[in-house]
């Protein structure tokens, strides 16, 4: 093993471990049955997506999204979402100074590097619009003054579930902004009783220490942007998005930005592992989370009992995996 190699180990391995103690943070404070929940979040936002959490009200998604972001380390404002928030509330807007009479833009809460979004379909379509740009673009645009927005910029945003009371059906245009989607569902008995027992919930959250610093993070982020893919395993990427667009159920396939955003997250993965290469298997990790809220269903699809997680699980079975020999890299592309 030359010196090359033995460097990019030692990276791949100190960003494994970083990995490994931002999932350990936030799980200090976030009592889950699910821990791939928690895994899968943190690739989302290694990856540098922006994170959708939705459940029901009381399952947590508010202190697992502010546990998400104490646990990295960055500013982190809140945007409690409601029918009447402005997007100027959010964006922020032009707004005349007394003292030169001049207008000048005063930044809303966009401006910071993880935008905690908590009930995101309570606000009205207009709002939701006004973040758009903010989230692909990392920029906003207020009365023909663009601004840019810090780096990294996250956003982690919270919904209920559209059908209940004040919410509404996120469009398509804004859930494809998101990298993944998670649920977390309730807790088994021994989970929810340490919860009762105080282990963990809002009150961990205030002696929270960040589990790395910005400089750690920014290395993990870009740890993960350098793994390798091969042609064989982009190509699987690729079966399973193409596949998504001819399935009968599905009326809306996932866009070419849901394949990028699969790879992404793959790649995070797969930094997780410590292993310089995608292979199948971090992909299908996240297939679910990248994929499931990206596609629309046929009408009718949801009162037959189909719901969009299922239907991209049956993607991934239905789709030949690439053997490992063939989706890794030769050895001379890892040096």
């Known amino acids: 093993m030359g010196t090359s190699d033995v460097l990019a180990s030692v990276v791949l391995d100190e960003a494994a471990a970083t990995f490994a103690s931002v999932v350990a943070t936030v799980e200090s ?6 821990p791939d929940v928690v895994t899968v979040a943190v690739a989302c936002l290694v990856a540098g997506g922006h994170l959708l959490v939705e459940d029901l009200p009381g399952m947590g998604k508010t202190t697992l999204a502010k546990a998400l972001a104490g646990a990295l380390g960055l500013d982190m404002r809140r945007l409690q979402c409601t029918a009447d928030l402005l997007p100027a509330d959010a964006i922020g807007a032009m707004v005349l100074d007394p003292r030169d009479g001049q207008p000048h833009f005063r930044p809303g809460p966009v401006f910071t590097n993880v935008l905690v979004a908590d009930e995101l379909n309570r606000a ?4 939701q619009s006004a973040l758009l740009e903010a989230m692909e673009e990392r920029q906003v645009s207020v009365d023909g003054t663009t601004a840019a927005l810090p780096r990294p910029f996250m956003v982690i945003a919270t919904q209920n579930p559209f059908d209940m009371a004040g919410t509404s059906l996120l469009p398509h245009s804004q859930r494809d902004r998101f990298l993944a989607r998670i649920a977390l569902g309730y807790p088994g008995p021994e989970h929810e009783l340490a919860l009762l027992a105080g282990n963990g919930g809002t009150p961990g959250l205030v002696d929270l220490a960040p ?5 750690e993070l920014a290395a993990l982020m870009q740890a993960a942007a350098g793994v390798h893919s091969s042609s064989v395993l982009l190509r699987y990427v690729y079966d399973l998005v ?4 001819v399935h009968p159920t599905i009326a809306v396939g996932a866009s070419p930005r849901a394949a990028l955003a699969l790879l992404a997250a793959a790649r995070s993965v797969a930094v997780s592992r410590s292993r310089p290469y995608v292979t199948p298997d971090d992909v299908q990790v996240m297939a679910v989370p990248v994929l499931a809220h990206r596609v629309l269903l046929e009408p009718g699809a949801e009162h037959s009992g189909e719901d969009a997680e299922s239907l991209i699980g049956e993607v991934v079975a239905s789709v030949p995996v690439p053997s490992p020999e063939r989706a890794s890299p030769p050895p001379d592309r890892l040096a």
């Open 211 to 215: 589990a790395v610093t910005p400089a």
């Open 124 to 127: 009205s379509p207009r709002t």
């Open 242 to 245: 193409s596949a998504t667009r």
């Open 29 to 34: 404070v976030f009592v889950t049955p699910r």
